[in-house]
């Protein structure tokens, strides 16, 4: 004679049976584990605690620990993969129009970059049918050819997306009159067409000032 077991979903009473045989502080442990697991996935080394440094600026508590091994992974993963000379095809959609050694030795600017070669970048850009145009650039101290730019995104067809930071988002290296001169800036152009986009700049945590 056969003898069939039925098995079925456990039960909340079977789970709670079976997690009475393990030892308290394994519970305990495995717990924390999970928890500390969830923490690093949502916030990753970041932590949702502010905490104030002595100059009084408010940043992100991160993690000291975690913080270095990720950033020594990094720096493997990176390693490895130059090593493995693995290549990846080029995105054709997306080109990148660089300031180089070259540019900035032409122009004789180099911080902040030359806004009038920049004009004509996105005027000849703008010209050769780009389905979009984005700066990473962020425009928060005047220059002598502002007026050049202003007048180029002022005519643009192309969508175009500025970088943007704020005080509010990033408190250690956006002042509160670099975000005023960026939106002073981007309200002259008055062209639906360019908008800012948002970035959070994110620098190392040791770093002076």
Avoid: C
């Amino acid at each position: 004679m056969e003898a069939r077991v039925s098995v079925g979903l456990p039960t909340f009473a079977s789970i709670a049976k079976d997690l009475a045989q393990v030892p308290l502080g394994r519970r305990i442990a495995t717990t924390l584990f999970i928890i500390i697991a969830i923490l690093l996935a949502r916030f990753s080394w970041e932590t949702p605690i502010m905490v104030a440094d002595d100059d009084g600026s408010k940043h992100n508590w991160t993690i000291p620990i975690t913080t270095d091994a990720e950033r020594a992974l990094y720096d493997a993963r990176a390693s490895y993969a130059a090593l493995a000379a693995r290549k990846v095809a080029q995105e054709k959609r997306i080109l990148l129009v660089p300031f180089t050694e070259d540019s900035q030795g032409r122009t004789g600017e180099r911080s902040p970059l030359d806004r009038t070669t920049l004009a004509e970048a996105l005027t000849n850009l703008d010209g050769m049918g780009a389905k979009a145009i984005g700066i990473d650039i962020l425009f928060d101290q005047a220059q002598p050819d502002d007026s050049k730019l202003i007048a180029a995104l002022r005519v643009m067809k192309t969508p175009v997306w500025m970088g943007y930071a704020d005080n509010a988002h990033n408190p250690r290296d956006i002042q509160v009159w670099q975000q005023e001169f960026m939106d002073k800036f981007l309200a002259s152009i008055g062209n639906p067409n360019v908008r800012k986009a948002s970035i959070h700049i994110e620098s190392d945590p040791g770093r002076s000032r």
